[in-house]
């Protein structure tokens, strides 16, 4: 099984050479209160969109409803490349929003046809943590408290996690 295997984390070390492992990962980045917020009727989310949303201040856990969500209903369902996904402006508006972890409801936070560094290299190059392949079918937009558990194996980028939402 791949580190990258369902619903899993990315470390720094996922794209940059020498850059954090998983166990670097401080826990109270991956514990602690969140926003989901509900983007319906988007195949991109994009930093106009994101401005949009009005996020409070002071935000540090996101998570990301789309329609993505509604793949989770069909499991043997083939790779859906025009998934929603993050923008390389909506990662800049990210990181310099001082947000620390970021969770989506597909298998990746970048857009298929993108080239995956772009995103990816943006947010963890800021050590935000990324959380992919969440299953938020069910889940209503607002404040939660989340608990990120990735698996601890030392020196790899990336672990699948048990990923909690308290409302």
Do not use: Q
Not at 22 to 38: A, F, K, Q, R, S
Not at 73 to 86: G, I, M, T
Not at 94 to 119: A, F
């Amino acid at each position: 099984m791949c580190v990258h295997t369902g619903t899993h984390i990315d470390a720094p070390d996922h794209f940059l050479a020498g850059g954090k492992s998983t166990e670097d990962i401080p826990l109270e980045n991956l514990v602690g209160e969140c926003l989901v917020v509900e983007l319906p009727g988007r195949s991109r989310i994009s930093k106009t969109g994101l401005e949009a949303l009005m996020i409070p201040a002071g935000t540090r856990k996101l998570v990301f409803k789309t329609d993505n969500s509604r793949l989770w209903n069909n499991l043997s369902h083939k790779f859906y490349e025009d998934y929603c996904a993050l923008t390389a402006d909506a990662a800049e508006w990210i990181r310099d929003s001082g947000i620390h972890l970021v969770g989506i409801d597909y298998l990746s936070v970048s857009l298929y046809r993108d080239p995956p560094e772009n995103v990816h290299r943006i947010l963890l190059e800021a050590d935000v943590v990324l959380v992919e392949g969440l299953n938020l079918t069910g889940v209503s937009p607002g404040p939660y408290r989340i608990t990120c558990l990735p698996l601890r194996i030392l020196n790899v980028d990336g672990a699948p996690a048990r990923v909690i939402l308290e409302g």
